[in-house]
């Protein structure tokens, strides 16, 4: 079983609607969660940073944490075509110089 | 302009042939970092360098090597001992050493084919 997983979709949806993307993890360790941006031959980019439980919101983007079921949510509303990407979620520990862990990534299309 | 340069964009070697990848950081950053990204599959770390003149494997460290003589400076050998080196490859760097508590900033990366 892999540490962190996330269903690869692909996941296609039309512009406006409200996305939600997901990860669950098995490490109960993990403190630290990230979610990531890549467009097709780029380098990811970071777009939410949350520390242990609860929501944070950024503009449109809000990230959810529930560390009791060890799942974390990614919400996009009023989606844009310049939304479509590939989003990655990312998770560390607290103990020492631990790395992070990805998930493999859902490619997300929003259709005009 | 701060940021993570990567060079080539795209690179072909010959089956056999070592390759070395440049990455450079101006963004003062102590912590270095090389990925291999393949469809389907996420990020995999091969190798990271917290500090100067030190580096230490990462999961997918076999047929890779790195040296870190310079602060900014990071560069990853493909050599021909890399069983399936065809993948995308990302640098990133990150400020402090603690991996666990400091984000880390991703370069353009490089795609690389073996022929």
């Known amino acids: 079983q892999k540490e962190v997983e996330q269903d690869p979709g692909p996941l296609s949806v039309p512009e406006g609607a409200i996305v939600s993307l997901n990860c669950t993890y098995s490490?109960?360790?993990?403190?630290?969660f990230m979610w990531y941006r890549q467009y097709s031959r780029k380098g990811p980019e970071l777009l939410m940073y949350?520390?242990?439980?609860g929501n944070k919101e950024d503009g449109r983007f809000t990230a959810q944490v529930d560390k009791s079921s060890k799942y974390i949510s990614l919400f996009i509303r009023d989606s844009q075509p310049s939304d479509s990407a590939t989003y990655l979620c990312?998770?560390?520990?607290?103990?020492?110089?631990?790395?992070?862990?990805f998930g493999q990534g859902t490619r997300l299309t929003i259709n005009p | 302009d701060g940021g993570i340069t990567q060079s080539p964009k795209y690179l072909f070697r010959k089956e056999g042939q070592n390759v070395t990848l440049s990455c450079e950081q101006n963004?003062?950053?102590?912590?270095m970092y090389w990925y291999r990204q393949d469809p389907g599959q996420g990020l995999r770390l091969i190798y990271y360098?917290?500090?100067?003149?030190?580096?230490q494997k990462g999961d997918i460290a076999e047929g890779y090597s790195v040296s870190r003589e310079k602060k900014e400076s990071f560069p990853l050998t493909v050599t021909s001992a890399q069983k399936n080196p065809t993948a995308f490859y990302l640098c990133?760097?990150?400020?402090?050493?603690?991996?666990?508590?400091?984000?880390?900033?991703f370069g353009p990366g490089t795609r690389l084919t073996v022929l």
């Open positions: 990133a760097s990150s400020r402090d050493r603690d991996l666990s508590t400091d984000t880390q900033y």
């Open positions: 490490n109960s360790a993990f403190q630290y």
């Open positions: 949350t520390y242990s439980s």
């Open positions: 990312a998770m560390s520990g607290t103990q020492g110089a631990q790395k992070l862990v």
């Open positions: 963004l003062n950053h102590d912590a």
């Open positions: 360098s917290q500090i100067v003149n030190d580096f």
